[in-house]
């Protein structure tokens, strides 16, 4: 395969793009937020999978003790290389979740660049599970493959699974869930989370002037604190845009189940209890429970608005669907999910030729709304 070079940037939180297509704010002195009280986000560092550019270093990984060694060199960056091995060796894949619309097009991609590349595939649906996923590790570290994709996204199961690689001196790279002993490639989380609340923003400050503002999120800890900072990154967005908000009006809820259905009856349970809530934005962890979220504001007529994060086939679809105002879908991040497999096959490739890479590599993210994202998504 012809050799492929692209330089991802691996970016600071406040390093954003955005294209929100959304009316800018108005210019007047009185279309401001009714916090008088300035916002300043504070950035938390040393959280394994969402590292600051300052903290991240270059790997290089040991054969002999199984183990990733820092080395000198720039980790700010990372080439892509898909170039074709002189010697070819076995990929191990496991899946995050199979039925997953985000996974899907990371496994096809995957599956794809095996193929050009020669790379004999062995692969493992670990279904949201993490039982599943520590039999996967077992199932695929007894095939003794030479490199393992590790698509875990149960953040509790993360130790058990790599014990597994460690003991049987697997190199691995973990995807959107850090692993001990493991390359991190995935989303830019806060940064992602950012681009989405200051889109959310402008939409409060141009249809609202950011007065009555409530922020509603759907979480589950379970996937890590490095996913969960998509969430902070929201919040943040939004009170960069209209101020600081009262503690009482940002709110999170458990949407553990990962379905569009069980985000619309939390939601539509929390809106219930939550009658005072004039204009809320929202997000969730992906867009398949985003989309959940927009469903019940439109079945219970509430005033609100979601932003989505990955701009999957369930996102795409809702921000091609209708404008915003009458799906209540304002855009999605795009995390470029079709593009995963390019990034880990490259990592599984330099690393087994012996050269060093970030410890972690991170996705560069663009807000996509109804009159964008034809650009990306034709």
């Known amino acids: 395969m012809k050799k492929i070079k692209v330089i991802i940037s691996i970016i600071m939180a406040g390093s954003l793009v955005v294209m929100t297509g959304c009316s800018s704010s108005p210019n007047n002195d009185e279309a401001v937020s009714e916090s008088s009280s300035e916002f300043t986000p504070v950035l938390k560092g040393g959280v394994p999978g969402g590292l600051l550019p300052e903290e991240l270093i270059l790997w290089k ?39 997953n619309p985000f996974a899907i097009p990371i496994r096809k991609s995957i599956e794809k660049l095996a193929k050009d590349l020669g790379l004999k595939l062995i ?25 393992a994709i590790v698509g875990n996204w149960q953040g509790g199961a993360a130790a058990a699974v790599m014990a597994i690689f460690d003991k049987a001196k697997i190199p691995a790279a973990s995807m959107d869930v850090a692993h001990p002993n493991a390359v991190f490639f995935g989303a830019n989380n806060y940064t992602s989370g950012n681009v989405a609340g200051r889109a959310a923003g402008d939409y409060a400050m141009a249809q609202w002037q950011c007065k009555d503002v409530w922020i509603f999120m759907g979480e589950n800890l379970e996937e890590g604190e490095a ?12 009170q960069e845009v209209c101020g600081a908000l009262p503690a009482s009006r940002i709110n ?105 890479v970030p410890n972690e590599v991170h996705m560069d993210h663009v807000f996509l709304n109804n009159g964008t994202i034809g650009k990306y998504y034709p």
């Open 61 to 99: 990984y040991d054969f002999t003790t199984g183990a990733y060694e820092p080395t000198e060199g720039d980790a700010k960056t990372y080439v892509l290389d898909l170039t074709k091995p002189e010697k070819t060796f076995t990929l191990a894949h496991m899946d995050g979740w199979a039925a």
């Open 123 to 147: 692969y493992c649906d670990a279904d949201f599970k993490p039982e599943k996923a520590i039999s996967c590790a077992e199932s695929l570290a007894s095939q003794k493959p030479g490199f």
């Open 227 to 238: 996913a969960d900072f998509r969430l902070t990154g929201f919040a943040d967005g939004i």
């Open 252 to 356: 999170r809820e458990r949407m553990g189940a990962g379905t569009g259905d069980q985000a619309i009856t939390v939601t539509t349970d929390w809106l219930t209890a939550h009658p005072e809530a004039t204009h809320i934005l929202s997000t969730s962890i992906d867009d398949e429970r985003a989309s959940g979220i927009a469903k019940a504001f439109v079945a219970t007529k509430r005033d609100g608005m979601v932003v989505g994060q990955g701009c999957d086939t369930v996102g795409i679809a809702n921000v091609k669907a209708a404008p915003a105002a009458q799906n209540r879908y304002l855009g999605s991040v795009a995390y470029f999910p079709e593009k995963y497999g390019e990034y880990l096959v490259s990592l599984a490739l330099n690393i087994i030729a012996g050269r060093a």
